[in-house]
């Protein structure tokens, strides 16, 4: 950011005034990054520069080690406010990431009410769609007049509240469906809310999965969405913001595990070496003993390569090959069935499909490598005919197992991106070895 | 959908009063979803069924050929209505998917309004900000008063126009900030529009890249977005679930490119098996070419492998694991530049992190390796030192190319995502060799 160099030499040259009035005309997300960039003492002194509507604002976008620092360096006074002016959902988040002690002072500051939603949303599971909502949300009775309801709006609502929609409620407290500020205003002032309010509302449970609110939210195109407890009554809204982040998490845990990683949510350069080994070291052990499968092949075939060791010049573009074709069917249907394009049931479809495609690829790939053999390398025309029909075969194996194990995988309650390139490559590679020394002892009448 | 099982029914026994009833009670996007799977003369049939003010929003939801096939089938007025009711950008999806003469119907039979903003929406590029947008948005000029804000949104508003954010733009129709509904009705009446409009606001220009509008969306936590043309006016809107649709994308689309495949749009059943081929022979014909190094460089070291053709049978356990040892640093990587966490500036404060990782995952790696090739391998403890240490210099060197590639490839204009597992893995493969051969001619006195 150019901007931040200004700002540095403001706060060194001890400018603040200067410094105040460039802040106040930032935008929050950018100061977060700013005050992140800064050592302790310089932090706090920013923080405190800025104008008391922005400084919740700006907390709630910076990390938990630096939210924390601030929390310890500011009067009690100061935290209420900041706290106050957070919505629920980035209290908790934080909350939850800083040590005891630091829980124990927010709670010792804020009010009692406060107070008591706090510890009951700490109480909810970090992935239930209850982590993610707020209780900052607008609601009205459907028998409330369209006029009444736009003067409670008017006192009650507060700037942190969504009136993007607004949710209604019936005597009962139950959820019944939504209006919007813009119905409420074009209907005449004595009519009821009711008569405004839709009734097609989709709300989600507080305990289902986070991930599953995300699909929903996507699917129906949602900017908002109601969380309401076992009893249908209300309790708190999602926003569309916040469903992004559960998004971008996912692929990233998605592609983490197609990669063979442990999924972590800390972002790589906060993340420690020890901690990076350690989402790293377990699936390359599983892999690294279960690739020795693929040496014993090899190991068996020993007499077979030593009367013909030029075959293994061959073992690693097959391998590849093979690996790499079934990545790439594993790789489609992991995200099909990610994004609901693939079903469960889908499976004899996208079989038939990966069968056919396997065969076209195989056919071109084969046919190139039986030319580039025959062209530049100094071997046989049998051996050229071995690689290139255990080529064929390999690549439509390949495909054929990439794209059925997500899918197996998912059958079994297991997430299908776990069955992606270094697990496919290392079950492809076994059997891609044994087709090829087949096949050459019985073209090349070799004995094993 | 167990839902789809009773329109069925419904459907077949010719009971469409029923029909009509349930289907008004569905959400949009079940509707479009159960048209999807109906033929071609059921499809038109339970389409005239549905309420007026609910087909437009499912024709958007269905796919294009679907969508075509109404529009063949039904009246110009119908015509007329549905394109009325949809919003510009799904107008402008449509007519971008289905023939010409599909689109010269379309543009006859609506106004010539409508038909000069199609014909405008149509020349932006396909991956602008522009093809995002809307022209359904409130504005409002900053010296009306808060009063005539009200009255002039109350008698113009529209029920498809975003009333989240309001624009706010100056005499000479540029924006000049935004301001809420929920501003207004808290305003006193005689105030000016200027007095609740927050200045700080963020706009994209109608050429800018759509990923980057997804970036700036997401890291600002927006709900809308307005667009401004070259001289800052405002031209159009965009909302958050178009950008969840970027989002997932271009997540999609990273995925295809680090598994070697051309990324398409398609959703992957409704891609043919010839374009489904297409998309991945290339990448694997580079692959497998790349691929021939590999095995030159066994072939170069034939005498060795024959005097000791046991170490052929560590060659895939050596070329795996160094393989996903680099991807895994590669897709952090990769994820990490997508995602803004690691910049091009990062490229020493990565290497050093993998570096460190490399150390310690290979040690573990190198010593479980030697344990279990001593125990369980009839070979001689210089077989397993040759191998154990080989292993540990590619796990260092894999991790090293993992994470470096992708910067570099940032930084030369191309897509990171290229230098993921395939890529990395052929490249690991060949250096893994050359350092596996050469510490064994030299700890085992053998010649090459």
């Known amino acids: 950011m150019e901007h931040f160099e200004q700002l540095n030499q403001c706060l060194q040259a001890g400018n603040l005034a200067e410094l105040r009035q460039m802040l106040a005309e930032m935008n929050e997300v950018d100061i977060a990054d700013f005050l992140q960039e800064l050592d302790k003492e310089h932090t706090l002194l920013v923080f405190r520069l800025l104008p008391k509507d922005l400084s919740a604002d700006v907390f709630s976008y910076m990390e938990a080690d630096r939210q924390q620092l601030i929390v310890e360096g500011i009067s009690d006074k100061e935290v209420q406010r900041v706290i106050d002016d957070l919505y629920m959902d980035d209290v908790v988040d934080f909350l939850e990431e800083v040590p005891a002690n630091v829980v124990k002072r927010v709670l010792r500051t804020v009010d009692a009410d406060t107070r008591q939603t706090i510890l009951e949303y700490l109480k909810y599971p970090k992935d239930s769609a209850a982590s993610l909502m707020t209780p900052e949300f607008a609601e009205l009775h459907e028998d409330m007049t369209v006029k009444d309801a736009l003067e409670h709006i008017r006192q009650t609502a507060t700037e942190k509240e969504t009136l993007d929609v607004i949710y209604v409620i019936d005597r009962t407290h139950h959820l019944s469906g939504f209006t919007t500020l813009y119905r409420l205003i074009t209907t005449e002032g004595d009519a009821k809310v009711s008569a405004c309010t839709d009734r097609g509302v989709l709300s ?80 390359l052990l599983i892999l690294m003993v279960s690739a020795t499968v693929t040496g014993r092949i090899i190991g068996y075939y020993n007499g077979l390569l030593q009367s013909a060791v030029v075959l293994a010049s061959f073992i690693p573009m097959l391998m590849d090959t093979g690996g790499n074709c079934g990545s790439q069917a594993s790789v489609m249907v992991i995200r099909g069935l990610a994004l609901g394009e693939v079903g469960m049931g889908d499976i004899l479809r996208v079989l038939w499909k990966e069968l056919r495609v396997g065969l076209l690829v195989g056919g071109i790939l084969s046919l190139v490598n039986f030319g580039r053999i025959l062209l530049f390398e100094h071997v046989g025309v049998m051996v050229a005919v071995t690689v290139s029909l255990s080529l064929y075969v390999t690549v439509i194996v390949a495909k054929c197992i990439g794209c059925s194990l997500p899918i197996l995988a998912r059958r079994c309650g297991f997430d299908p991106a776990v069955m992606a390139s270094p697990f496919i490559t290392t079950m492809v590679d076994a059997i891609s070895l044994v087709m090829f020394f087949g096949i050459a002892s019985n073209l090349l009448h070799l004995a094993a």
Chains 1, 2 share one sequence.
């Open 204 to 283: 989600v449970g507080t305990m289902d999965d986070k991930e599953q609110v995300a699909k929903t939210f996507a699917r129906y195109d949602l900017s908002a969405m109601p969380v309401v407890d076992h009893e249908n009554r209300l309790v708190g809204l999602i926003t569309a913001d916040d469903i992004m982040d559960v998004i971008q998490e996912e692929n990233t845990e998605d592609m983490e595990i197609m990669a063979a990683i442990t999924p972590s949510e800390k972002p790589y350069l906060k993340t420690g070496v020890f901690e990076l080994a350690k989402h790293r070291v377990l699936w």
